[in-house]
């Protein structure tokens, strides 16, 4: 573990131009591992002051890394995914602990992130500026070309998850910093531990200071403050819809890019491989618990082959292993604190009030939510449309693809779904009707790879992510026009 960035046993620091501080105001925010609830660190509660200062340090050093030369900047970044291979286990070890993620998924994820991070400075490397001839456009001679280059947006502010503290925090600083500006690290409460030691690796890869500055607190406390603040140019956010929807409301005539919440429906028709789409759908229901933006949410079926994919998908929840990964190897893990189970059971008391049938699961044992499957989930059922963040899944029967596609498109979400199906007539015909970013044909819903586009529409994201689309977000055009002189 890095030395730098602790106080003591359980007590970090927070990185604000080079340096490991600790915060004026002496208030520290314990971190509670939602395994056994035992305080697993502390980290800084800074002030609106501090966050000022941060900000401020990050537009100065911002003027300094403009000016890095691409190749220079690039190395760095292969660095830092050089050093997060090499401390795959510590990552792990951190990840396991504070955010109850268990040991393949935590090693998958840094694993993902090194990758993530060098293919980003590849791909800007690859990026390359346009010349336009004016006589192209009707009325003009050949007097005139458009040089396109592109110039980063100045300061990021990055507020990233408590579910993938380190990819979504380094999917966001990797194409702010390849693109030359400097980034303000946000990361959520629950997962700050994780955050911060990804910190100290892009520091120690040689990332000058105050190019990446971190912020800890309550977002209750600073959140509104950092999103309004005047000397920020960008906002990348993944979280809440309620949140997305306030940064939007109040960040005035700043540029966003944000991934917020989703109700991906897994559409399922008579011509499917029912083993493939039983196999997705419990993969992509219940891994990390549901606690997935992508996760699958609800099953959209016909109903002549409900009850056969019903017991697949029963026969695959049977498999899965439940428990607390410090135990041992699992599939579903408490959930990240006890409001988030209460939320789930909340949602499961009151669609068996209403009729929907038990299939599997449906108990709890503090934060652990066995896997849960119902069937006949009915649409006045808060668990047909609201997103539970938990391994519960409801399955609605259909008629036909059109009342599946009907249904799909009345949730306020659409991020992303998946149509399972062996007749490509139909899978076209669904994925070209479904109001949503990314239509999965015969695969459960999923981020990547990430070079691929990644976009929510309605209430589930603003902005395309993916590699290069994020580099081009968070950088911007500018045209300097030669004129002939005849």
Known sequence: ????????????????????????????????????????????????????????????????????????????????????????????????????????????????????????????????????PSDTFPGFKRNKVSIVTREPLGVVLAISP???????????????????????????????????????IFQEAGLPAGVLNTVTGRGSEIGDYCVTHKLIDFINFTGSTEIGKRISSISSMKPLLMELGGKDAAIVLPSADLNVAAKNIVSGAYSYSGQRCTAVKRILVEDSIADTLIEKIKAGIEKLKVGNPLDGDVDVVPLIDSKSADFVEELMKEAEEKGATKVIGGSREGNLIYPTLYDNVSLDMRLAWEEPFGPVLPVIRVKDKDEAIEIANKSEYGLQASVFTQNINDAFYIADKLEVGTVQVNNKPERGPDHFPFLGVKSSGIGTQGIKYSIEAMSRPKAIVLNIIE
Do not use: H
């Open 1 to 132: 573990m890095f030395k730098e960035i602790y106080k003591d046993d359980t007590t970090l620091k927070t990185l604000l131009d080079g340096k490991w501080i600790e915060s004026s105001t002496g208030n520290l925010i314990e971190i509670v591992s939602p395994l056994d609830n035992k305080v697993v660190g502390k980290v800084q509660a800074m002030s609106k002051e501090e966050v000022d200062d941060s900000i401020k340090n990050a537009r100065k050093a911002q003027k300094l890394w403009r000016n890095v030369p691409l190749n220079k900047r690039a190395r760095i970044l292969y660095r830092a995914a050089d050093l997060i291979e090499e401390r795959v286990d510590d990552f792990v070890e951190i990840m396991l602990r504070e955010v109850g993620k268990d040991r393949k998924s935590s090693e998958s994820e840094a694993l993902r992130t090194a990758d993530y991070i060098r293919f980003t400075a590849d791909a800007a490397k690859a990026m390359e500026g346009e010349s336009i």
């Open 162 to 200: 408590f579910n993938y503290p380190v990819n979504l925090s380094a999917s966001k600083i990797a194409p702010a910093l390849i693109a030359g500006n400097s980034v303000i690290l946000k990361p959520a409460t629950q997962g700050s531990i994780s955050a911060l030691y990804l910190a100290r």
